[in-house]
């Protein structure tokens, strides 16, 4: 079944053609998924290489200089590592170099045979729709029955779905796919959150996570052991790791909440928001982190239309 998986993320999302470079970059806990990929590409005639680097201590951290090189040498890249190069510059110069890149952070054998099974072309018809809706929309409003009650201001900024579908010099995004997002406007944010299903760095939640923002910041993070965990992760990177970097809606029906934040934030109908950086999709902040935090049963609109509407898909 991983076989089958992985030739599903070669030849369909990533469309690797025969004599093609591809790059499998991995680490020690995702050697296996790393190697099936590898295999995979070899079946269809592309020029594959292999690297494992030593496991990153966050999520956003580089991956070491060469391998950075690399990069940006080859036609695709596919990234199983346990900590997540999206959010790097390895990352984005390699997409600016022309390469299709998706990174598969913290995915395990079991999240990534079910979740590729999903129809792909409905995960991006869903994604456009509604990346379309938040590039449009100048205010969003984000409630849930666990007391989250926040406006973002969007005005300005673009809305990118994440189709899963990588075909294009510089297209980029996560296998699993299936979300759309943005980067709200920095500075401009206010409100409660209540993260109460799962948050990357920290896992699926027993205890809701409540951050209290202003100024687009997060000032307080109360709860439990797991807020607490989230604290002592981001005090390294004092106010720019506070930032609220993102609003994401998921699109993949396939995908449940189990505790992988790559698979969590892409479930149908969930709302995630992540902390720290989002230069990826056209923010200013610049930090090594980036932290996704997904909820349940959420109600988002996009000035006064209804797009979720207690975790169901309203458009």
């Not at 018809?125 to 007391?147: D, F, H, M, N, Y």
């Not at 996009?302 to 975790?311: A, I, L, S």
């Amino acid at each position: 079944m991983l076989k089958r998986a992985a030739e599903v993320a070669v030849r369909v999302c990533m469309g690797v053609g025969e004599e093609e470079a591809i790059l499998v970059v991995t680490d020690g806990p995702e050697r296996g998924i790393g190697y099936a990929l590898f295999e995979a590409a070899k079946a269809v005639g592309a020029e594959a290489l292999l690297i494992e680097i030593v496991p990153r201590r966050m999520h956003g951290e580089e991956p070491p200089m060469a391998v950075a090189g690399l990069m940006r040498m080859v036609d695709v890249v596919l990234a199983p590592t346990s900590r997540s190069l999206t959010h790097t510059e390895a990352r984005r110069r390699a997409c600016e170099a022309g390469a299709r890149v998706a990174t598969l952070p913290g995915i395990t054998e079991e999240v990534m045979v079910r979740t590729l099974q999903a129809d792909y072309t409905e995960v991006a018809r869903r994604s456009r729709a509604l990346a379309e809706v938040l590039t449009e929309g100048r205010k969003a409003q984000l409630t849930s029955p666990a007391g989250t009650e926040v406006i973002f201001d969007i005005g300005g900024r673009e809305g990118y779905a994440d189709t899963g579908l990588y075909h294009r010099p510089g297209d980029f995004g996560n296998l699993p796919a299936g979300e759309a997002f943005l980067a709200p406007v920095e500075g401009r944010i206010e409100g409660v959150i209540v993260v109460d299903g799962s948050m990357a760095g920290v896992g699926l939640l027993e205890e809701p996570i409540r951050l209290l923002i202003e100024g687009g910041v997060v000032q307080r993070i109360e709860g439990g052991s797991e807020a607490d965990a989230l604290r002592r992760i981001l005090e390294p990177y004092g106010e720019p790791g506070r930032n609220i970097a993102e609003l994401g809606v998921g699109t993949n029906d396939r995908a449940r909440i189990t505790g992988v934040v790559l698979e969590d934030e892409k479930v149908l109908g969930t709302v995630h928001v992540a902390l720290g950086d989002n230069a990826s999709m056209g923010g200013r902040v610049h930090v090594p982190v980036h932290l996704d935090g997904v909820l349940r049963r959420p109600t988002l609109e996009v000035d006064g239309e209804m797009v979720v509407e207690e975790g169901a898909l309203a458009i």
